[in-house]
């Protein structure tokens, strides 16, 4: 590595994309991060978005997918949990930024007079802004792998490209290197894998000062070497940098079929590092023989809200299969919207599955429903698992149908609609302490970043299902919310059963409440999902996946 200021500087990798979005450029930087790591090397992977809004804390799930939170409280996209899962490297807030803070930064700036009276322009203020959030850490890692947001051409996207332009002018020759994915389509009417629109797309690309050294392109057909090398020709690269990128079975192969490829062989070949450390691919090969050799199945319920976009919650998709991979079964997991069970029994619809997970969201529409899942699946003796708001609509089933509270119900929902109709089980968290300073919140704050995020620890009582699935009575998960279960009920629920058996340092706030004589029945306040991975599967969801495997045979 080259040595500045006593430190390493890293080598960069920008990957952009190009013709249509979604095209998978956050599984190529996550995949291309593990190969990586399998020839030795660190890394870290960040994400540049082009919108507006500050971070995604309050945009849709509906329309942007799942919110990823960070240990340290980062609202994040949700390509930074496949930059978690596929390397194992904990996201921090340095590795995601949006247009949105961007423009923040530079306008409070400009606020404090921190320009000196100068006129703010995109060029050099908000390039520079990006460049030094690029900088960030530089000294840290063997590679950094920054993702751009969005497409080539995007008028949003422009001061993005222009400052990864600038920045690898900045750095000494050979420390920066561009990716860019494409599609290729596919004519059937002809019969033709059609190049012009890769072609396009590296004009536009060039047009604004940036060559790709590597074009990854997206095709649902082999491409011919005919087609490769026209493609190398016509957009300036080596052939052999022309990388075919097919659909895949399941998105923990990419790591391999980018391998066989030859992405990061093409990736040391464009830094010039030769001759590259041999990889060592065997953590990815025991993930694909866990995931192509099962040897049975179970069907998991998700009740949820969001269930209309399975990225929604698509963290909680990939925890199950990785619990799956724990207990060598294939976890099918079958989406129902909640408030179906508000219309209708629950029991024909749950019947027939060997385990229930109630994810978290926000609002009251299809909290009834939940509520009568987890009531379901306590009644049944179902292997259940609540998380974030799925924990909290489990402790209001039993407060209604256990402890006697029958208007039970959450803060939340009466903030929604101004007035008081529920006794408040659940209640708005105004204080918290966090490391070592009070955090206060109000109802009426301004909602981006106000709730309880980030990694906080819990202790477990001993003895309990939860210490027995984490083999520790202290952990450390990440959180998501704003609302809490009030502990004035605790011993009312504890004498029905319900016991509260993880809780903050301080004993205030519940973390985990499991059913007592039940099979399998935890609700958790945290999102323990953002930690699993493939290789490593969260204590919870494996033997969560493994009560359901019991379960299975028992029937």
């Known amino acids: 590595m080259l040595r500045i200021a006593g430190g390493l500087m890293a080598r960069y990798v920008f990957i952009t994309g190009g013709v249509v979005s979604s095209l998978g450029k956050g599984l190529a930087s996550a995949a291309l991060g593990a190969l990586l790591q399998a020839r030795g090397y660190t890394v870290r992977l960040r994400k540049l978005d082009p919108y507006l809004n500050v971070d995604p804390g309050t945009m849709s799930p509906f329309e942007h997918g799942e919110v990823f939170v960070t240990d340290d409280g980062a609202e994040t996209d949700l390509d930074l ?55 960030i850490g530089e000294d840290e890692v063997d590679f950094q792998l920054c993702e751009i947001g969005g497409t080539v051409g995007d008028i949003e996207g422009l001061p993005f490209f222009e400052a990864i332009r600038q920045f690898a002018q900045e750095r000494p020759r050979g420390r920066c290197i561009f990716m860019h994915l494409t599609l290729l389509p596919y004519l059937a009417a002809s019969g033709e894998l059609k ?62 079929a980018y391998h066989r490829a030859g992405l990061d062989q093409a990736v040391l070949d464009a830094f010039g590092i030769s001759p590259a ?25 998700v009740v ?44 024909p619809h749950l019947e027939g599955f060997h385990a229930i997970l109630v994810p978290g969201g926000f609002g009251e529409r299809g909290t009834e429903g939940k509520i009568k899942a987890a009531q379901f699946a306590r009644e049944k003796g179902v292997p259940y698992l609540g998380i974030c708001l799925g924990m909290q609509m489990a402790v209001i089933e039993a407060a209604r149908n256990l402890a006697g509270v029958a208007d039970a119900g959450s803060e939340e929902f009466d903030h929604e609609k101004g007035e008081r109709r529920f006794t408040p089980v659940v209640y708005h968290l105004k204080e918290w302490v966090q490391g070592n300073h009070l955090v206060e919140r109000r109802p009426g704050d301004a909602k981006g970043g106000t709730m309880r995020l980030g990694a906080y620890t819990a202790r477990l009582a001993p003895g309990s299902k939860a210490a027995q699935v984490y083999g520790t009575t202290e952990i450390e998960e990440r959180h998501r919310h704003r609302y809490e279960v009030d502990i004035r009920y605790r011993d009312a629920l504890e004498g ?35 930690k699993s991975k493939p290789f490593a599967p969260h204590p919870l969801f494996a033997d969560f996946v493994r009560a359901a495997v019991e379960g299975a045979r028992l029937v």
């Open 81 to 135: 949990g496949h930059y978690e899962r596929f390397t194992g490297v904990s996201a921090r807030q340095t590795d995601s930024v949006s247009a949105g803070r961007i423009y923040q930064t530079v306008l409070e700036k400009e606020r404090r007079g921190d320009y000196l009276g100068k006129t703010i322009q995109v060029i050099p203020h908000v390039t520079n802004e990006i460049k030094d959030f690029l900088a």
């Open 195 to 256: 190049t012009k629109p890769t072609q396009h797309s590296v004009k536009e690309l060039r047009a604004i000062g940036i060559a790709p050294d590597i074009l990854v392109c997206r095709s649902e057909h082999p491409i011919p070497d005919r087609e490769r090398a026209k493609i190398a020709l016509f957009c300036n690269v080596r052939p052999e940098a022309v990388i075919p990128a097919y659909d895949l079975s399941s998105i923990y192969e990419a790591p391999l």
């Open 277 to 301: 450390p041999r990889p060592n691919l065997a953590r990815w090969e025991d993930v694909m023989d866990r995931l192509t050799h099962a040897e049975g199945a179970v069907r998991v319920a």
């Open 304 to 347: 949820g809200k969001y269930t209309a976009l399975e990225d929604a919650y698509k963290s909680i998709a990939e925890a199950l299969t990785h619990g799956g991979m724990a207990n060598r079964v294939r976890v099918k997991a079958e989406w129902i919207d909640a408030e179906i069970f508000e219309r209708e029994d629950p029991a």
């Open 496 to 530: 029905c059963g319900l016991w509260f058996s993880g809780m903050s340092p301080d004993g205030r706030l519940p973390e985990i409440v499991e059913v007592r004589g039940h099979p399998w029945f935890i609700g958790v306040q945290f999102h323990p999902e953002l």
